[in-house]
């Protein structure tokens, strides 16, 4: 096996300080990054004890020195205040050590004295506290965020065979919610045990002076009490553990399930799925419940075994007092010394608790992220390695590859190829073509012999090498959640090439906090994308560069008719937002010209659209925030007393309740979730009992309508497009009371100072709608036979005349491609995914089933153009089948477990107008 | 025009004669009322079909494709049913529609009618009756020509 080089494989930090492994003891790893910390915090908490003392004993001197007067007591008028001097106990001879004598106060004097130095002690042990509790927050919050990015900077090295079992959800919970406990443990772990242990001690020393005997009663029930309860709490662990693993299934199940639901739907396995869940939910409540007796059992064994010792004290230290040979005072002073011992101790066999817990919790993640998981370390950041580009002789010998059961798939393979050169990777049926591409593409290094570029072995090619300079798309296109933009660039990311302006302090403040948690100081809103290596000057030139591949990869329209439905925002298309209004007179003139101006009703704002909603009419712009949306709006408060002071309220209902009743009266009969209802109904399925429940209520009251069923009609005709529907309710005299409303509901919204929604401004853009809108800035008409593509190949011939194509495709750049790209169809993911790799350039490109989702003629189209854009790189594209393969340089074929090279005579039937600088043309303009 | 006048165009054609008020009423809620300028094309002999449509207003002109030039056959006027057969056989358009002046028609989408078919047994009872009752007429005027 050609095993990579494993890297630092110590525990020692690499540069960045990320770990290669997680510290096996949760201490060990607290202490390593959090030392200094934590014993600045335990000298502040030590050096906050001697305040708390103070503060306790003052009380006490208070009553007694000040108001019962025992300062006084010789008859002095005066007594001394702030005296500080130390007794000398007895058997260093004695005496007393006068610091300060103090002043001389009176009896009033010295109350109040003393009440205020109490007061200061308040104010200063709540001073303490605070920071303390800060610190110790902070703290724990620091080590939380490093713990985290330390498991993901090992998520990110998880071995293809790790992959293969490592469900994704439960990774996801372990780094969100499972170390979540740990972090809050951390700012007690080394605190807690040396605040209370002192505590403790302190008052244990003070039996042991008071009575030995009493004193080592006492140890011997602590004694007790730590053996036993550790042990009884072994069990509790165990369930922990258990308890942990549990519901970290059920994550990962109930994610898989999600992940898999059109299978559940498809089988209609719902029943199945909820008893398996319900299955997991009674185990973890058995879990739970094993653990509450359990808990609460030792809780109750200790509370015994703690009231245990005064009933040592009471008995034995009775009986000795009765036999005369220990004092009574003694016994007292031990039983209120002994009442001082159990909080602290308590507390401590609870942290003593929380400490074994969360170390097991630690346990489960570091297993989860077990060494022979993790691959090698991935150094983001290499030295300025040799980079040159992969091109010589591709020499592979003796290839063995192993297929997932063992069976050799590839033995002594052998093959010579001089890059750059295009080869066709042709399958045998069998693996062994996908297997050797993704070997090539570094994808895979799950093979043995020898693979050498030039002098450059293959498998010790550093990652930042082979990502600029090999790139490979298989048969799923993996995208992330965000714009088109956004994935096309992914492979150009490597680094940050520069640094954005940002406020000094704050970034310095950022990067202070990264260094002390591990964490990596470049930030994402730098510059990552290195314009430069691509030619590109700026992000607009990128833009086009990615609008160009698109466009050959035939998507260009796709993102145009994104760009059309995509939103503009005025700073980034600042060019296309001057133009817009001038593009909007232009389209108008076109369709007056050309006989099309009914085609489109424009929006007026002295005029009634008949191609639009009621609710578009009223607000003459579009709503930004949901209160004003689709139904809501009926019931907002806004909005409906500018309809009343409008009177328009009562018309509008009663178009309700005749859109009600005629919307019943169609749709009766037909069944629930029927398609039809989606696509036609203002109501939905569920809804028309309730609307028939009102109409029979209306009918029955006499008309009178109660204030939520007014609210349900209004949001009837809201929806209302007269042209669309006809239901002719509207005439000339309504229409004209709408557009007077308008005016009204934009006086009351203006005034209210709402920004719920956007109005249309016909010399200005609505960034609220989209593109296409505001291109328009009116309604295609529904009566117009054929309007739709009419009007779409006037907007696109205005849209090139102003040479705006590419601003608006560069809106469709932004378009969201959703979960996993879910929102683009098959073919959209498949193309995004090739240009993602085109964009980078690369050396190699290795192409393994990314065509599979096009359609023979498309893929077969794509093809040529690969290989008209490589003609200066290598390609290696796997093929089901020799038919296309004499256009390849090389064909690879697999028989018999050898590799067989064949150089095609006549290299390549040149497809059509071949051009021998095409990658170049990236560059160029769009057409 | 609102949808109640849609309605009574429907009843005219002899193949919704039967059809329930409420259906037909839905069928002309669900469908879109288009007009067409003067030499404006419903649709184009070859097309795929996915519409049918009802002549409200003006007339239209049945072209066939010949290799000597579009040949009008014939002319549809008011409550005239056209491209019905194309739908429900899923086969291309067999001949040119052409408004021969302005036109509004009632256009009745392929996937929405054959829901309502697939919906509402005595619909499609009621087409099948009007199917058969051309089979017949067919039949009769093959028996007229093939006897004289």
């Not at chain 1, 008995?315 to 039983?335: C, E, K, N, W």
């Not at chain 1, 011992?341 to 170390?359: A, F, G, S």
């Not at chain 1, 290499?382 to 580009?389: F, G, I, K, L, S």
Request: contains cysteine.
């Amino acid at each position: 096996m050609a095993v990579p080089q494993n890297g630092k494989r110590d525990s020692q930090a690499n540069e960045h300080g990320i770990p290669a492994l997680m510290e096996k003891s949760l201490f060990r790893y607290i202490w390593t990054h959090s030392k200094r910390d934590q014993m600045i915090v335990c000298a502040v908490v030590l050096a906050s004890l001697p305040f708390y003392f103070m503060s306790l004993d003052l009380p006490r001197q208070i009553v007694n020195q000040a108001i019962q007067g025992e300062a006084f007591r010789d008859g002095n008028p005066t007594a001394p205040f702030l005296n500080l001097s130390f007794d000398w106990p007895g058997w260093l001879g004695g005496g007393t050590w006068e610091i300060f004598e103090g002043f001389q106060v009176s009896r009033v004097g010295l109350l109040m004295g003393l009440s205020f130095v109490f007061l200061f002690f308040v104010i200063v042990n709540g001073a303490f506290k605070y920071w303390i509790n800060v610190a110790k927050g902070v703290l724990g919050e620091r080590m939380l965020r490093r713990m985290r990015f330390d498991l993901f900077a090992m998520v990110l090295r998880f071995t293809p065979d790790a992959l293969r079992t490592v469900k994704s959800s439960e990774t996801a919970t372990i780094i969100k919610d499972e170390v979540e406990p740990i972090g809050g443990f951390i700012g007690d772990a080394f605190i807690t045990p040396v605040f209370l242990g002192t505590q403790a001690i302190t008052a244990l020393v003070f039996i042991m002076v008071q009575n030995v005997w009493l004193g080592l009663i006492a140890l011997a029930v602590i004694a007790v009490q730590f053996t036993i309860i550790p042990r009884l709490r072994r069990e509790l662990l165990r369930l922990g553990k258990q308890r942990q693993l549990a519901s970290r299934q059920l994550a990962g199940r109930i994610a898989e399930v999600l992940d898999g639901i059109e299978v559940v739907h498809v089988h209609n396995a719902y029943g199945w799925e909820r008893a398996e869940i319900g299955h997991r939910l009674f185990n973890l409540f058995s879990i739970r419940l094993k653990i509450y007796n359990r808990k609460f059992f030792v809780k109750a064994l200790n509370n015994f075994l703690a009231q245990l010792t005064p009933f040592f004290f009471y008995s034995i230290g009775g009986y000795f007092a009765l036999r005369g040979t220990l004092d009574i005072g003694q016994l007292v002073a031990v039983i209120a010394a002994y009442r001082e011992l159990p909080p602290p101790l308590k507390e401590l066999i609870d942290w003593d608790q929380q400490r074994l817990d969360v170390q097991v919790k630690y346990d489960q993640v570091t297993q989860h992220f077990a060494e022979e998981r993790l691959g090698p370390m991935i150094e983001a950041r290499e030295a300025a390695e040799a980079d040159q580009p992969l091109i010589g002789p591709l020499m592979a010998e003796d290839i063995r590859i192993a297929g997932p059961h063992g069976d050799l798939i590839v033995e002594g393979g052998a093959f010579a190829v001089e890059l750059p050169a295009s080869v066709a990777l042709i399958s045998n049926g069998g693996a062994a073509a996908s297997l050797l591409a993704r070997i090539l593409a570094r994808r895979s290094l799950e093979f043995s012999g020898r693979i050498r570029i030039g002098e450059r072995d293959l498998t010790q090619l550093p990652a930042a090498v082979t990502g600029r300079r090999i790139a490979y798309a298989g048969v799923d296109p993996i995208l992330f959640p965000g714009s088109i933009r956004d994935n096309l660039v992914y492979g150009l990311r490597s680094k940050p090439v520069g640094r954005l302006k940002e406020d000094r302090q704050e970034m310095d403040r950022r990067i202070a906090e990264a260094l002390r948690t591990g964490n990596p100081i470049e930030s994402i809103s730098d510059q990552w994308v290195d314009y430069e290596r691509l030619g590109a000057k700026d992000e607009n030139e990128l833009d086009r560069i990615l609008l160009d591949l698109l466009d050959r990869v035939g998507m260009g329209d796709t993102i145009y008719l994104f760009g059309l439905a995509g939103r503009i925002d005025p700073e980034r298309h600042a060019s296309l937002a001057e133009r817009l209004v001038e593009a909007r007179h232009r389209l108008r003139e076109t369709f007056q010209s050309s006989g099309m101006g009914d085609l489109v009703e424009p929006f007026d704002p002295e005029r009634y659209n008949s191609q639009a909603t009621i609710a578009e009419n009223l607000l003459f712009g579009v709503p930004v925030s949901d209160e004003f949306k689709g139904r809501n709006l009926a019931e907002n408060a806004q909005f409906r007393s500018a309809l009343d002071r409008a009177e328009i309220t009562g018309d509008l209902i009663q178009m309700g309740l005749q859109i009600a009743e005629t919307m019943t009266e169609i749709f009766e009969g037909l069944p629930p979730g029927h398609s039809l209802f989606e696509q036609f109904s203002f109501i939905g399925a569920d809804e028309l009992t309730e609307f028939e429940a009102i109409l029979r209520r209306r009918s029955r009251d006499e008309g009178s309508l109660k204030r939520e069923d007014r609210t349900r009609l209004l949001s009837l005709p809201l929806a209302y497009i007269e042209a669309r529907h006809r239901l002719g309710l509207l005439d000339d005299a309504m229409m004209g009371r709408i557009v007077e409303a308008r005016a009204l509901v934009r006086e009351v919204l203006e005034k209210s100072g709402s920004a719920g929604v956007e109005f249309y401004d016909p010399e200005g853009i609505c960034t609220a709608a989209p593109l296409r809108d505001n291109l328009l800035f009116g309604r295609v008409s529904y009566q117009v036979a054929n309007a739709r593509g009419r009007v779409a190949e006037a907007v696109a011939a205005v849209v090139r005349e102003l040479n705006l194509q590419e601003e608006v495709e560069r809106v469709g750049l932004e378009y969201q491609v959703g979960t996993a790209g879910r929102l683009l169809s098959p073919q959209e993911r498949a193309s995004v995914n090739l240009v993602r790799c085109l964009v980078k350039r690369p050396d190699i490109l290795v192409i393994d089933g990314a065509l599979a989702p096009f359609d023979e003629a498309r893929g077969q189209q794509l093809m040529q153009l690969l290989l008209e854009m490589f003609e200066q790189q290598s390609l290696f594209m796997v093929l089901p089948n020799d038919r296309q393969a004499g256009d390849f340089g090389v064909q690879m074929r697999f028989r018999d477990g050898q590799i067989i090279t064949d150089k095609t005579a006549a290299p390549a039937s040149k497809p059509s107008t071949p051009e021998p600088d095409a990658p170049q043309r990236i560059t160029g303009e769009v057409a | 025009m609102t949808l109640e006048t849609e309605v009574q165009s429907l009843r005219q054609v002899p193949m919704f004669r039967d059809v329930d008020p409420a259906r037909l009423k839905l069928l002309a809620f669900t469908s879109e009322r288009v007009q067409f300028a003067a030499g404006q094309r419903f649709f184009s002999q070859g097309d795929p079909s996915d519409a049918a449509y009802v002549i409200l207003d003006g007339r239209a002109s049945v072209l066939l494709n010949t290799p000597g030039g579009d040949i009008q056959v014939a002319e549809l006027g008011s409550n005239a049913l056209v491209g019905e057969m194309g739908i429900l056989s899923d086969t291309p358009r067999s001949a040119t529609i052409m408004a021969a002046e302005p036109t509004t028609a009632l256009r009745i989408d392929k996937r929405v009618f054959l829901e309502l078919l697939a919906q509402f047994p005595q619909m499609s009872l009621a087409i099948m009756r009007e199917l058969a009752k051309r089979l017949e007429r067919t039949n009769a005027q093959l028996v007229a020509q093939s006897s004289s």
